[in-house]
């Protein structure tokens, strides 16, 4: 059986680990899928770490079970590729895969059919920009200048800084702009055990550091406002894609975590979602918010403000048919709570009026 071990540095079994080095190959390619799971991070502290550290996560949850599909920059919609598969004009963004990234819609800005593009090569690895339908129009958006999510080779005590922003424009209503800073540090190596896996990982601490601004065009004005800082928390090993697991906090509290699990057990195909009623009640509410789920439902309920960004989440145990969220630290104002699990996702609109 293997050692309880916590987070802590085990001197004597130091030398079984060995230091390593993360590049371009390690990175995704068009055509991997990357499969991972999804759980709470509430209650874990994913700070402590060191040269030669021992990393003991096996006591996660696999509870939500997803994979991610890299596709080839040509597979996308073709009003998509405009910055993002040209080497001529535009080499910087010229992306070597695309994935599926996450919809959008408040109020007056819907973004649906979203890809993010990414690009690597032996400078490092990063984020160029994405695509959407942006209130129904095809529209490409570069990040200027690009997320360097990685700069390579990566090695231990590594640290870098990256710079991007973009901008997503609605003809004759707004605009909005999000500047974004991100500080890496290659902050420990060591082993990681999860639930049914073992790795020798590089760990890297990413601080995000977020502003956005809205200009509105009717009233030739506009607004900015910063957003908490995130702070992603990531474990990696040799050829494995993306990080073995990766931990999120915002406002300095862990919400959710996705991890490598084994992947004969993930289903990849994905079962129509269940005609079942999520709502909010009451709503408006104060202080907290009650949502009916199916008791054979198990998965992560997570609640976004106006702008997308992610408030809180909630672990949903099978067998619960009703659910609770404090919303008491939650500001005034209107929010997405979102119903994540193995048979699809289901998201209701709720207010908070303090």
């Given at each position: ?5 916590t ?9 079984l680990?060995?230091?390593i080095?993360?590049?371009?190959a390690?990175m995704?390619?068009?055509g ?8 709470s991070?509430?209650?874990i ?5 060191e ?6 996560m096996?006591?996660?949850?696999p ?6 599909t ?13 910055f993002?598969?040209n080497?001529?004009l535009?080499p ?7 994935v599926?990234?996450q ?6 800005l819907?973004?649906?059919d979203v ?7 032996a ?9 959407a ?11 200027t200048?690009?997320d ?19 901008t997503?424009a609605?003809?004759?209503l707004f605009?909005?702009?999000q500047?974004?800073?991100?500080f890496n540090h290659?902050?420990g ?5 999860l ?8 760990r890297?601490?990413?601080?995000l ?7 509105i065009?009717q009233?030739?004005?506009?607004f ?16 494995m894609?993306?990080?073995?697991l ?19 057990d ?9 005609e079942?009623t ?7 509410a104060q ?12 998965g992560?309920?997570e609640f976004?403000d ?15 048919t ?8 939650f500001?005034?104002g209107?929010y997405?709570?979102?119903?994540i ?5 289901r ?6 009026q303090?």
């Amino acid at each position: 059986m293997r050692p309880i071990l916590t987070l802590v540095a085990i001197s004597c079994v130091t030398f079984l680990s060995a230091q390593i080095t993360i590049g371009p190959a390690d990175m995704p390619s068009a055509g991997d899928t990357v499969r991972y799971w999804n759980t709470s991070a509430i209650g874990i502290d994913p700070a402590p770490t060191e040269a030669g550290y021992i990393w003991d996560m096996s006591m996660l949850t696999p509870d939500v079970e997803a994979a991610d599909t890299c596709i080839s920059v040509n597979s996308t919609p073709f009003l998509y590729q405009f910055f993002f598969n040209n080497m001529i004009l535009y080499p910087n963004w010229a992306a070597n895969y695309a994935v599926r990234g996450q919809e959008f819609n408040f109020q007056m800005l819907t973004l649906t059919d979203v890809f993010d593009y990414f690009k690597k090569d032996a400078t490092g690895f990063r984020n160029v920009g994405f695509g959407a339908n942006v209130n129904g129009i095809p529209t490409s958006v570069r990040r200027t200048p690009v997320d360097y999510v990685h700069r390579f080779p990566m090695n231990y005590d590594d640290m870098d800084t990256s710079y991007s922003e973009f901008t997503v424009a609605v003809p004759t209503l707004f605009s909005f702009t999000q500047q974004q800073t991100r500080f890496n540090h290659v902050d420990g190596w060591g082993t990681l055990y999860l639930p049914a896996d073992t790795f020798e990982v590089l760990r890297v601490r990413s601080v995000l550091q977020r502003s956005d601004s809205v200009f509105i065009e009717q009233f030739g004005q506009g607004f900015a406002f910063d957003e908490p800082e995130t702070i992603e928390y990531k474990w990696i090993a040799v050829g494995m894609d993306e990080p073995v697991l990766q931990i999120n906090t915002t406002g300095g509290q862990a919400t959710t975590a996705r991890f490598f699990y084994d992947p004969n057990d993930i289903i990849l195909s994905v079962p129509a979602t269940p005609e079942i009623t999520f709502s909010a009640q009451p709503n408006p509410a104060q202080q907290s918010v009650s949502f009916s789920v199916p008791a054979s439902t198990s998965g992560v309920l997570e609640f976004r403000d106006a702008t997308g960004r992610l408030v809180g989440s909630m672990r949903v145990p099978s067998g619960s048919t009703t659910v609770r969220h404090d919303v008491s630290g939650f500001a005034d104002g209107t929010y997405v709570a979102t119903l994540i699990s193995s048979s699809g996702s289901r998201s209701t609109r709720m207010i908070v009026q303090h």
